[in-house]
């Protein structure tokens, strides 16, 4: 059977629990072995709900108070029927699984189509009952969330969860998270009763749930689920730390907790505001106390939880914020706002912390009611999420915005997929991805944000908003400054995406060296794939050897360039080629070897060495011919096709090209420098403004000396 348990007084770790003292209010833990063999008893009244998933309708009625449940009546006649004689390793009645996981579900507000599925989720598989069956009692939106379960359950996922099981589990998961949702919970009631499993088996079904199913539990928002799997993993995988964290969880609740004297002064303050509020002391998990014993060292009173302020909207948070910083001693560093910029799983809070007279922090966590059921139960709190809200509903419950995600990330996770090239690419991408537990936001020029793991750089933004258009994308401005597509991106900053319009751009091979996100590397991977010969093609960034390459071949004869006039009779004159001084530049003359003449722009860098040295300088004028010669210097950013646009720009401005050099590409920017012959110097300034037009170019200059 696809479910797996223990009696719980059989030896092996229970589910954590914290410190009665210490403990939220919640339901009591239900009697499941109780509820399950009253069950057996007998079918209940057809009109009647029976008296074994009274606790899952009272959960449900909690946060659906209208919800119809003749459904849940239905499906559960229909399971405990069809489990009848079953047993659970443990010598459980089987039903008592299934009720189990619509409880945890009940609990985090799942609507009833989701319990509905869940009641009925083993049954496909390990009974006589039919999906056609299932369809045509309960619809085709059940039959298809507990079809996604029984493929789920047919996935075995080995012992590290090999890519192409991986995959296949998303394949059959398809696009409603609601069957990924049930396999959480499925897990989590399995997880809470493995004591009977061999330690081997307990090992290896822990480790695939630290794997892949906490950092999905963690991507999905569901952090009622995630923190007891952590636990209940923490338990089996690492006893004797558990037992550690165990035992300080204890010793504290024993003495006196400092963090109810500042919830008792919170609430004073919040009163005095006029602030309705909930002051909660909520305590931390077992595994948060030993990441927080690991970073600080011995611990204090407040290490051992956070206060969670609950109000009615969103201004009663920053309301609530002001007051705290004001009435108390702010900790400013540890403040975050998630409500003006929410995570990528729901998640919407505004985090501050308050310092105690004897230097004790107490960290604090104000939201509203409905941001604390989203962060609480993330995609379970959506319901359906193929529903569109109603109208009246768009801008969210009591003022609050509405939901930023229906269904979120496991669509996106979906797409990749489909994208991967090969089962190793995608799951090596989205272990990278999954081992990603810290997150940036970045603003764009619209306004709009895009959240990305830290350590993203432009490429993954580029990704993120443009998707596989993000291959014409030929660099980026940061907070309003011209970066590669490399530059690594910070919490904050303003990302403008500078896209080209060649329909042909392509993504470089370099862009993986820069990528982190899937979405980026399975795009940019899945390109590379379909053109093999993409490498071996001549580039216009690729140097040839020494770091640069001519562009083209200077003519067999010199171009005659614009007449200067001395006002001396003496050698011949020479525009310097350090700055190819054009009309009707400002210039000056210098007398070198051989009585010739050499004429420098005045900004020139080499007018101040000339001088230096104690070259005369020679007074000259230019004359009538209009016609120069240029060197012009275009910096871009690297992409292909470049150096023939910019070629194709200087025919049609009717320059002719002497020489070019491309030097090596650093950091995807790419310097041109072009020798140009114009016919007439009046003529430069349209000719570099449609160079620096030339999509990939962001400033084209004339030449000028290095400083000496």
Same mark, same amino acid.
């Given at each position: ?15 954590? #629990? ?39 309708? &009272? ?6 108070? %209208? ?30 699984? =299934?009720? @189990? ?12 189509? #989701? ?20 369809? &045509? ?9 507990? $079809? ?26 398809? *696009? ?38 906490? =950092? ?19 338990? /089996?995988?690492? +006893?004797? &730390? ?9 010793? *504290? ?21 006029? /602030? ?31 206060? !969670?302020?609950?109000?009615?909207? %969103? ?10 910083? #004001? ?29 105690? +007279? $004897? ?28 529903? =569109? ?13 509405? $939901? ?48 990305? +793991? ?55 091979? &370099? ?12 795009? /940019? ?8 010969? @993409? ?9 040839? =050897? ?44 210098? @007398? ?91 003529? !430069? ?13 962001? $400033? ?9």
């Amino acid at each position: 059977m696809s479910a797996e348990a223990t009696n719980p007084a059989s030896p092996g770790p229970v589910a954590p #629990t914290a410190p009665t003292a210490a403990r939220r209010k919640s339901r009591p833990r239900i009697d499941l072995r109780r509820l399950g063999r009253a069950a057996l008893l007998g079918p209940a009244v057809r009109s009647k709900l029976p008296d074994a998933i009274g606790h899952v309708a &009272e959960a449900h009625r909690a946060h659906h108070p %209208d919800a119809d449940l003749d459904p849940l009546r239905r499906a559960y006649l229909l399971a405990e029927t069809s489990h009848r004689g079953q047993m659970r390793k443990s010598g459980e009645p089987y039903i008592t699984h =299934p009720l @189990a996981v619509t409880l945890i579900l009940a609990e985090l507000g799942a609507e009833t189509t #989701t319990l509905t599925a869940s009641l009925l989720h083993d049954t496909v598989e390990d009974t006589e009952v039919t999906l056609d069956q299932v369809g &045509e009692e309960f619809g085709e939106e059940v039959r298809y969330l507990v $079809d996604g379960v029984t493929k789920l359950e047919k996935v075995d996922y080995g012992a590290a969860a090999e890519p192409e099981t991986f995959r296949k589990m998303l394949v059959a998961t398809g *696009n409603d998270v609601r069957v990924m949702s049930i396999k959480l919970a499925d897990r989590l009631h399995n997880m809470r009763t493995l004591g009977v499993m061999r330690p081997e088996k307990q090992a290896r079904i822990a480790k695939v749930t630290r794997d892949v199913l906490i =950092p999905l539990a963690e991507r999905l928002g569901v952090q009622a689920l995630k923190t007891e799997l952590e636990d209940l993993v923490f338990a /089996i995988l690492h +006893p004797e &730390e558990y037992a550690r964290t165990s035992e300080l969880i204890a010793q *504290n609740a024993a003495g006196e907790d400092p963090l109810a004297e500042v919830a008792d002064e919170v609430r004073a303050v919040l009163r005095e505001a006029d /602030i309705p509020a909930e002051v909660l002391i909520r305590p931390r998990h077992f595994v948060s106390v030993h990441r927080v014993s690991r970073k600080r060292g011995p611990l204090r009173g407040t290490d051992f939880g956070r206060l !969670l302020v609950l109000v009615n909207e %969103d201004a009663d948070c920053y309301a609530v914020l002001g007051e705290l910083h #004001t009435c108390l001693t702010p900790v400013v560093s540890e403040f975050k706002d998630f409500i003006a910029v929410p995570k990528f799983n729901l998640y919407q809070s505004l985090h501050t912390a308050v310092a105690r +007279p $004897d230097g004790q922090v107490v960290e604090v966590l104000i939201r509203t009611h409905r941001m604390h059921q989203a962060a609480e139960a993330g995609v379970i709190a959506l319901g359906n999420p193929y529903t =569109p809200p109603a109208e009246e509903q768009t801008g969210g419950l009591d003022g609050e915005r509405a $939901d930023p995600t229906r269904p979120g990330w496991l669509s996106r996770l979906l797409d990749w997929q489909r994208g991967a090239s090969d089962p190793d690419t995608f799951w090596s991408t989205l272990r990278d991805d999954l081992a990603q537990d810290r997150e940036i936001t970045v603003v764009r020029p619209d306004g709009g944000t895009l959240g990305l +793991p830290e350590g993203a750089t432009c490429v993954d933004a580029a990704y993120a908003q443009y998707g596989e258009d993000a291959h014409a994308c030929i660099g980026a401005r940061v907070n309003g400054r011209l970066a590669a597509l490399g530059t690594v991106l910070r919490d904050g900053d303003t990302v403008q995406l500078l896209m080209g319009q060649d329909p042909a751009s392509e993504p470089s091979r &370099e862009w993986l060296e820069h990528a982190h996100t899937p979405a980026a590397r399975i795009a /940019i991977q899945r390109w590379l794939a379909a053109h093999p010969g @993409a490498d071996a093609r001549p580039s216009d960034t690729t140097d040839a =050897p020494g770091g640069s390459r001519p562009a083209s071949s200077a003519p067999a004869a010199r171009p005659r360039g614009a007449d200067v006039l001395l006002d001396r009779p003496g050698g011949p004159v020479r525009l310097a080629g350090c700055c190819t001084p054009v009309p009707p530049d400002d210039i000056v003359g210098f @007398a070198v070897r051989g009585g010739a003449v050499t004429v420098h722009r005045m900004e020139c860098s080499m007018v101040e060495d000339m001088k230096s040295r104690g070259r005369a300088e020679i007074a000259v004028r230019w004359g009538d011919t209009t016609a120069c010669r240029v060197t012009l210097v275009a910096e871009s950013f690297s992409r292909p096709h470049l150096l023939a646009d910019l070629t194709e720009v200087i025919a049609v401005e009717g320059a002719e090209i002497v020489s070019a050099t491309v030097e090596s590409p650093n950091q995807q920017r790419v310097r041109h420098t072009y020798t140009l012959q114009l016919p007439d110097a009046a003529e !430069l300034p349209a000719l570099m403004r449609a160079m620096r037009d030339v999509p990939g170019v962001y $400033d084209v200059s004339r030449a000028q000396a290095p400083a000496a």
